[in-house]
DNA sequence: ATCTCCTTATAGGTCCGACCACTTCTGCTA
DNA sequence: TAGCAGAAGTGGTCGGACCTATAAGGAGAT
């Protein structure tokens, strides 16, 4: 009566779960569920909900008519599981952006120091595809639906920083902040940020970890100093 | 058949339910499950599912016997719900240790910023609490365990600088690195430490953001220097 | 012999109704 | 009036039924 809740029979169940998910490696298949609950002496339905919760953790896979495996998931895909935890928690705009300023001269240090040849293509095509639609206004979009998802700058810059917490963090707040950044900005503004991000991306194209966390920060305080006088205040709530 | 599984009932009862916690004040008790599962046409099993997601999340509240409440949990309390999340996630000490050096002296700044009188007071007892410690070795602990939970320094100043993501994110961090930090330092290491930590509580007592910042910072490298030389590596993994 | 299609076993997804455990409120009792 | 038992209502657990999706295996056609 003093405890909290840790007697309830979920917490148990999740708890055994989350023991066999730690100890077993990544692919393993989990027993079905009916024999999994008899043999942990819980009902199907509390083994489910136990089930869930690691799912939704991203630690168990549930496929449908198939089975349910054990994941690794790697830092990349904690950014849709972060989502929610941020959205709509009273996080301001001015949060999330000084989020980036902190940690992503980090991520393009990161990322100068892994890109590949490739990479460094794609994120210099990027650029140039923004450059002209900013300069050629709207150009007609052949892209009918079926291209290969246009990936943004910064997506670019997260594959080339691989896998890592900060990755995640600062993709998280990219995503985020995305929204507002398109508007609230002067066409001068915009201008000088793409030619302060084509400095970013050359940085790290050429492999240079302390030249792209220099442009990164650079790009970063002067996109700031234009939010502060834009008067972009609000909530990153939907 | 092409579609992901969005046509599971259980997703529609939680996006229901998600729409109806966005729309509902802080505080709103819920109706009972049989009635609100009936209302959304899905069976009590499937909404209980639904409801469970939610909670996990913080925005819903269950209380056994007396019902389900909406919440709009803090920056502070996201520290629980995203610590399953990073751990056993391939996420290496360093990682973590980054981030604290990335976020940590803004947050300091923060605590300077917001510092009261009581939480200044707090801060330097603590502090000095350490020292009394390092000192005197091993001095009687009377605390029997119903003293009230010796709160550590960073939790005072993640307390003095109130609810923020970066906060949290902070906090996290500190959790995770924490049992590494304790062993892997030599006694003359902690005790710069402990030095510089605080040179840190006293600008942030005076109030002195940017000296807060900076010394924090100036600890957090110099504590980096140690363990890298230290060869501290592993993951955060239990 | 190989490929295709269909059957079938098996897995998770949903539903139902019952009962248990806890909280709250109510009204009785001392 | 203070305290306590009972009733009502809520979430928690259970077992079993049925639906739906996946994968594996076998019959048939090529």
Redesign the interface.
């Known amino acids: 009566m003093s405890e909290a ?1 840790v007697n309830r029979v979920v917490e148990q169940a999740r708890d055994a779960l989350a023991t066999f998910v ?1 100890n077993a490696p990544e692919g393993t298949k989990l027993p079905p569920e009916r024999q999994l609950a008899q043999r942990l002496g819980v009902s199907r ?1 509390t083994l ?2 136990g089930v ?2 690691l799912a ?4 168990l896979e549930v496929r ?1 008519g198939d089975g349910t495996y054990v994941r ?4 990349s895909q ?1 950014v849709p ?2 989502r ?3 959205e ?4 301001t705009l001015e ?2 952006f ?2 980036k300023r ?2 992503e001269p ?1 991520v393009a240090a990161m990322a100068a120091g892994n890109c590949t040849d490739a990479q460094a293509t794609a994120m210099r095509a990027a650029i140039q595809r923004e450059r002209d639609e900013f300069n050629g206004a709207a150009l007609p979009r052949r892209t009918s639906r079926k291209s290969p998802q246009r990936r943004q700058v910064h997506e670019l810059i997260a594959d080339a920083a691989g ?4 990755v995640a ?1 600062v993709s998280l707040a990219n995503e985020l902040v995305a929204p507002y950044l398109a508007k609230g900005l002067s066409p001068a503004q915009r201008r000088l940020a793409l030619e302060q991000r084509s400095a970013v991306v050359e940085a790290i194209a050429a492999g240079e970890e302390e030249a792209a966390a220099d442009a990164m920060e650079l790009y970063l305080n002067s996109l700031a100093r234009a939010l502060k006088n834009g008067a972009l205040h609000g909530t990153a709530a ?1």
């Open positions: 809740g730690k339905t489910r909900d869930s919760r939704q953790l991203g630690l449908h690794s998931p790697g830092a904690l599981l972060l929610p935890l941020v709509g928690r009273h996080t949060e999330l000084e989020l902190r940690v980090a896998e890592s917490l900060l963090l939907d």
